[in-house]
Structure formats: C-alpha cells, structure tokens
C-alpha cells in the first residue's frame, strides 16, 4: 500500500494510532467505490455488514421522520460512515446519500474479523476509535435535542 494513503488514513479518527500493517490488513478487503451526486450508499432498515471511508467529496446522512426526510449532519473526506451495523448488526439507522461525487472505501466487516486474527491489540486500537467516534455522535446529538428542547421551551412562554 502507498506510504501517503495510510499516511492521510492515520490522520483519520478511525485509523488514528494504528500502524502501517495493521492499516494494510484492514484494506486487503477494502473495495473502491465510486458514487455520483444524489446516489446512495446505503439505505435506512437495510441490512448491512460494510462500513465506508470516504475519500473524497460530501455525502449527507439522512433520516426519514413524519414530515419526510431529515438531514442529521454532512461528512466530509476521512470520515467514515456504516459502523453501526458491524458493531449493533441491526438494520442500518439512517440512509447515506452522496451530496457530490464521491470516492469512499468499502470495508466489509471481515476486514476487522481479518485484523482481530492477525493482530489483536491493533484490532482494540480500531475498536476503541470506532467507539469513541460512536460515542462522539451520540455526544452531539443529544446537543442537538437538548437545543431543539429548550426552544420548544421558548415557544410555549
């Protein structure tokens, strides 16, 4: 693998601290994917067991309420997205849809399985920086609830 990419891939949340042959292991299984702008990665309540680096261009997470659909957040190049259904293996909880073009990694969830035989120390290194990326969502959404509440508090004054 090219000394640059996992360079940039080390700088990423989900591959901070890994090393080089750790990073190859998981890429080994990784397939290229290529979406245009309105396609969709995923969709909400599909079954999945493949998560995504993206690495260039914008997509949108999106989740469908009672008035239609929402946009939740925007990710950008390095994030990743798909996580959830390898670590809950539930049906996926939001559809991802590329806002531009898009170039991303898929990662079945074999890679993992792949670097958990091959390495498992740098197998809990990638564990723990899903988590904590997992976690860092769940941070921001309550944020976000807790803003919606308090002008809904606003409102009723």
Do not use: W
């Not at 559809?95 to 898929?106: E, F, G």
């Amino acid at each position: 693998m090219d000394k640059s990419i996992i360079g940039r891939l080390q700088q990423t949340p989900m591959f901070g601290g890994l090393s080089a042959a750790a990073i190859d292991v998981v890429l080994a299984n990784a397939q290229p994917v290529a979406m245009a702008a309105g396609e969709c990665f995923m969709r909400e309540g599909e079954l999945g067991d493949t998560m995504f680096l993206l690495e260039s261009g914008c997509v949108r997470v999106i989740k469908r309420t009672a008035g239609g659909e929402r946009c939740l957040r925007e990710l950008n190049s390095g994030d990743f997205f798909g996580e959830m259904a390898l670590l809950d293996i539930n049906p996926r909880s939001a559809t991802v849809r590329a806002h531009s073009d898009c170039r991303a990694l898929a990662i079945p969830g074999a890679a993992l399985l792949d670097l958990y035989h091959h390495d498992v120390a740098q197998f809990s290194l990638l564990s723990l920086n899903l988590g904590r990326e997992v976690s860092r969502r769940l941070r921001e959404v309550e944020r976000l609830l807790e803003q919606v509440e308090a002008r809904a508090g606003e409102d009723a004054v």
